[in-house]
Structure formats: structure tokens, C-alpha cells
């Protein structure tokens, strides 16, 4: 299957960039080093429309497809891997309000994100990462009202986003059929941000814990009705999953430079060290690899937007999401070995990467999940 981009695409691809290479890569480091999170490129993202992206033309968005959303992800993994994550974060809200999104809710949610609003995927608990079904946080019907109560963990965009995509129980003992989903906003009464954490990478993103004390919100908030939220998730996680492909492909690719760089200028035993077989043949070992992941996760983004949402569609994206991750795991932890010693150091950014990569093979389903899946379609 041959993926050619469309002019847009390129304009779009060279943008960023452009941008990444003038101003996102620096700040890059400067958030990771400061531990906060990067307003400012949450800010130069904004202005060239990065957020109002997947939102219909209809409400003001660009309408974007998964390829274009997939572009974009594998330029923010190269330059600013924090960035990507909030994306994502945001990406995970879109599916979930096409489906299951009421007029009223697409309009209000679709306008906003147009509006280069931020978005927060709030699912995963202290006692529920993988077995989701199993979330706690509760939400029950007073006269016109659904009343949520709970906490959620490890909310990217936790505390700096403008409205939350929110999973909870409407229906107790009924496992993933009795979970809702709910769209708040972030000055909606009873909502709070808990812990922030300190992470190991991803440091100019913020993860946060979010709680939920006796939030009120009417009927139409509701995403996709009673009982639906957990499906519609599900259904989101496709095109993020395919994202995530993106930004591995793309933060692997900035190690493999960093490495072939370092490797013409570093000289041990009288020449440089891209002279020894044993690297050229670790970088050449990457370059295919990457290749292969980025293959992979482009064709899953065409099926994507064929229109095609069945098993196979599931199964791609998981091998694209898992295939890709552990690869930028893999290339950033050889990349840091290639260095040697200055690898190691915060010198050089190879380091930086290798912590952000380690994310990526845990959010949004760990490998060991996507494994599951995998063999659980296959055996269908
Ligand atoms: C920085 C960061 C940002 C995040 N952002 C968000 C966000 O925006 N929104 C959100 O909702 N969540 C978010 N998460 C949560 C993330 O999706 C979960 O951490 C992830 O789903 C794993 O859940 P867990 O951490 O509870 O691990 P567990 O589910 O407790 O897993 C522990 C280990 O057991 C393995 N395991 C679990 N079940 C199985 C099984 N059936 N078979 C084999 N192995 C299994 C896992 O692979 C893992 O190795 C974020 C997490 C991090 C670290």
C-alpha cells in the first residue's frame, strides 16, 4: 500500500517543522529541565490551529482525518513529545462526541475545541488502569441532574485543560455496560485538581489527579447515553492508537538523528565511531525499524479513514500503538548507548528521550494489553 500525502499535509508537516525546529525543540528542553508544563508551546500550537483540527468544518474546525492527525503526532513526537501527549489527550474526546454526542453537545464541544480549547480524557483510576471496567466514580440522576462523584488519576492536561471527558458508573453491577460518559467544564462546581505528578518524562505535559465532589451536570451532558460511555472510549481509542504510532515514529526518529550526528563528530581509536560495524549496523537495524512502525501505523490511519471502524481496524491499531512504542523504547535506549557515557548526561538530549519514550508503551493500553488484544481478535 503506497500512502502519498496530499499538498495540504506537506504544508501542514513543513509547518510544524519549521516550528519545531525554530522554537518547539528548545522549549522542549526547557520544560523538562523546569518540570513545568510548556504554555508556551501549548500556546504557538494554538495559533497555527492544532487543537481545532479534528473538529467539524461545521463548527469552525478543519475536519482532519487521521492521516493529517497522524502528521502532526509523528512532528510533535520529533520535537516536543510533551505536546503530542496533550494532543493525544485531546484526540481521545473527538470520536466519542461524533458518535455519541447529542446536537447540543457536539455543537458546544466541537465549537470549543475549534476555539483551540483544551480537552482531558478522564478515565483511569487509582484502583482501574487496565481493567477500566472497573472504575469507581459514580454518577446518579437527582431530578434533572447527574450528580458526579469520584477520583480520577494520572489526567493528562489535568488542571490546565478548558473542559473533561469523564467515565462513570450510571449503572452499578453491570459492569461496562453500566458506565456513562459525561463532558464537564473545568469551572463546573465540586470539580478539582488533586495531586500533580513528577514523572520520569513527558515533564512539559501536566498529569494530574482530578476530583469529582458532587459535580452537577443536566441530561444533555451525557455522551452517547446510559450505559454507552465505555464502548464509546473504546471507539476513541482507535484513532489515538494510531497517533501514538505517530508520535513514537517521530520521537524515535529524532534519537536515530541524534545518533548519526554524534556518531560522525565522536572519536575513539583514531576515527569516528560511525566507522564500527557494530553501530552502523544498530543504526542501520533502527532505520528499518522505524520504517517498518511507520508503515504500519500509516496504513492503519488510511483504513482509518476509509470509513472502516471493524476487528481489523482494532487489531491495527494496537500493533501499530504496540509495535511502535516498544520500537522507540528499543531506538532511544540504543541511541543513549551509542553516546556512551555523554548519553547518559543531560548534556545531550538523547537522555530526555529515552525517559519520554518509556510513556508510551503504558498510556492508552499497555503493550501487555495490546498483546491481548491482538490474540484475542485473532482467535475470533
Ligand atoms: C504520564 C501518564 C499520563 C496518563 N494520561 C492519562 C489520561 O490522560 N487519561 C487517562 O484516563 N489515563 C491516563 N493515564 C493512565 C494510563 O492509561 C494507565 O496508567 C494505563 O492504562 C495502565 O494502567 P495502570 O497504571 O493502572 O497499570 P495496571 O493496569 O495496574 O497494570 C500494571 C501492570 O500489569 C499489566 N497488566 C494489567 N492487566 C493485564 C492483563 N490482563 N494481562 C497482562 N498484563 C496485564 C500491565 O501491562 C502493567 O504492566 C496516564 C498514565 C501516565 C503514566
Same mark, same amino acid.
Given at each position: 500500500?503506497?500512502?502519498?500525502?496530499?499538498?495540504?499535509?506537506?504544508?501542514?508537516?513543513?509547518?510544524?517543522?519549521? =516550528? @519545531?525546529?525554530?522554537? &518547539?525543540?528548545?522549549?522542549?528542553?526547557? /520544560? %523538562?529541565? !523546569?518540570?513545568?508544563?510548556?504554555?508556551? #508551546? *501549548?500556546?504557538?500550537?494554538?495559533?497555527?490551529?492544532?487543537?481545532?483540527?479534528?473538529?467539524?468544518?461545521?463548527?469552525?474546525?478543519?475536519?482532519?482525518?487521521?492521516?493529517?492527525?497522524?502528521?502532526?503526532?509523528?512532528?510533535?513526537?520529533?520535537?516536543?513529545?510533551?505536546?503530542?501527549?496533550?494532543?493525544?489527550?485531546?484526540?481521545?474526546?473527538?470520536?466519542?462526541?461524533?458518535?455519541?454526542?447529542?446536537?447540543?453537545?457536539?455543537?458546544?464541544?466541537?465549537?470549543?475545541?475549534?476555539?483551540?480549547? =483544551? @480537552?482531558?480524557?478522564? &478515565?483511569?483510576?487509582?484502583?482501574?488502569? /487496565? %481493567?477500566? !471496567?472497573?472504575?469507581?466514580?459514580?454518577? #446518579? *440522576?437527582?431530578?434533572?441532574?447527574?450528580?458526579?462523584?469520584?477520583?480520577?488519576?494520572?489526567?493528562?492536561?489535568?488542571?490546565?485543560?478548558?473542559?473533561?471527558?469523564?467515565?462513570?458508573?450510571?449503572?452499578?453491577?453491570?459492569?461496562?455496560?453500566?458506565?456513562?460518559?459525561?463532558?464537564?467544564?473545568?469551572?463546573?462546581?465540586?470539580?478539582?485538581?488533586?495531586?500533580?505528578?513528577?514523572?520520569?518524562?513527558?515533564?512539559?505535559?501536566?498529569?494530574?489527579?482530578?476530583?469529582?465532589?458532587?459535580?452537577?451536570?443536566?441530561?444533555?451532558?451525557?455522551?452517547?447515553?446510559?450505559?454507552?460511555?465505555?464502548?464509546?472510549?473504546?471507539?476513541?481509542?482507535?484513532?489515538?492508537?494510531?497517533?501514538?504510532?505517530?508520535?513514537?515514529?517521530?520521537?524515535?526518529?529524532?534519537?536515530?538523528?541524534?545518533?548519526?550526528?554524534?556518531?560522525?563528530?565522536?572519536?575513539?581509536?583514531?576515527?569516528?565511531?560511525?566507522?564500527?560495524?557494530?553501530?552502523?549496523?544498530?543504526?542501520?537495524?533502527?532505520?528499518?525499524?522505524?520504517?517498518?512502525?511507520?508503515?504500519?501505523?500509516?496504513?492503519?490511519?488510511?483504513?482509518?479513514?476509509?470509513?472502516?471502524?471493524?476487528?481489523?481496524?482494532?487489531?491495527?491499531?494496537?500493533?501499530?500503538?504496540?509495535?511502535?512504542?516498544?520500537?522507540?523504547?528499543?531506538?532511544?535506549?540504543?541511541?543513549?548507548?551509542?553516546?556512551?557515557?555523554?548519553?547518559?548526561?543531560?548534556?545531550?538530549?538523547?537522555?530526555?528521550?529515552?525517559?519520554?519514550?518509556?510513556?508510551?508503551?503504558?498510556?492508552?493500553?499497555?503493550?501487555?494489553?495490546?498483546?491481548?488484544?491482538?490474540?484475542?481478535?485473532?482467535?475470533?
Amino acid at each position: 500500500m503506497c500512502i502519498e500525502f496530499t499538498e495540504e499535509q506537506k504544508i501542514l508537516r513543513d509547518t510544524l517543522r519549521k =516550528l @519545531g525546529k525554530d522554537k &518547539l525543540e528548545r522549549l522542549t528542553v526547557e /520544560s %523538562d529541565r !523546569a518540570d513545568k508544563f510548556d504554555y508556551e #508551546s *501549548l500556546r504557538l500550537l494554538k495559533e497555527i490551529g492544532i487543537f481545532g483540527l479534528p473538529a467539524p468544518v461545521k463548527y469552525g474546525g478543519s475536519e482532519a482525518n487521521a492521516t493529517t492527525l497522524t502528521i502532526v503526532l509523528e512532528e510533535l513526537g520529533y520535537f516536543s513529545p510533551s505536546m503530542a501527549c496533550t494532543l493525544i489527550g485531546h484526540l481521545a474526546l473527538v470520536r466519542p462526541l461524533f458518535l455519541g454526542g447529542n446536537e447540543f453537545l457536539a455543537e458546544r464541544y466541537f465549537t470549543k475545541m475549534a476555539k483551540e480549547e =483544551l @480537552g482531558a480524557f478522564c &478515565l483511569t483510576e487509582p484502583e482501574a488502569g /487496565s %481493567d477500566a !471496567a472497573s472504575l469507581k466514580t459514580k454518577a #446518579s *440522576l437527582e431530578g434533572d441532574e447527574w450528580v458526579i462523584n469520584g477520583t480520577k488519576c494520572f489526567i493528562t492536561s489535568g488542571g490546565v485543560a478548558d473542559f473533561y471527558g469523564v467515565w462513570a458508573v450510571t449503572g452499578p453491577g453491570k459492569g461496562a455496560d453500566g458506565i456513562s460518559l459525561f463532558y464537564v467544564d473545568k469551572d463546573a462546581k465540586g470539580l478539582s485538581v488533586g495531586k500533580i505528578e513528577e514523572k520520569m518524562g513527558m515533564r512539559g505535559s501536566q498529569t494530574a489527579e482530578m476530583i469529582f465532589e458532587d459535580v452537577k451536570v443536566t441530561k444533555e451532558y451525557m455522551c452517547g447515553g446510559v450505559g454507552k460511555g465505555l464502548k464509546l472510549a473504546f471507539e476513541g481509542l482507535d484513532l489515538v492508537r494510531c497517533g501514538l504510532g505517530g508520535v513514537s515514529c517521530g520521537l524515535a526518529q529524532a534519537a536515530l538523528d541524534q545518533a548519526i550526528q554524534y556518531m560522525k563528530t565522536r572519536h575513539q581509536f583514531g576515527k569516528p565511531i560511525a566507522q564500527f560495524q557494530a553501530l552502523q549496523f544498530m543504526v542501520a537495524n533502527m532505520a528499518m525499524n522505524i520504517e517498518a512502525a511507520r508503515a504500519l501505523t500509516y496504513q492503519t490511519a488510511s483504513l482509518y479513514d476509509s470509513g472502516y471502524h471493524g476487528i481489523d481496524l482494532i487489531t491495527k491499531a494496537s500493533m501499530a500503538k504496540c509495535f511502535a512504542s516498544d520500537l522507540c523504547m528499543r531506538v532511544t535506549t540504543d541511541v543513549v548507548q551509542i553516546f556512551g557515557g555523554y548519553g547518559y548526561m543531560k548534556d545531550y538530549p538523547v537522555e530526555r528521550m529515552m525517559r519520554d519514550a518509556k510513556l508510551l508503551s503504558i498510556v492508552e493500553g499497555t503493550s501487555q494489553i495490546h498483546h491481548h488484544i491482538i490474540a484475542r481478535n485473532l482467535f475470533s
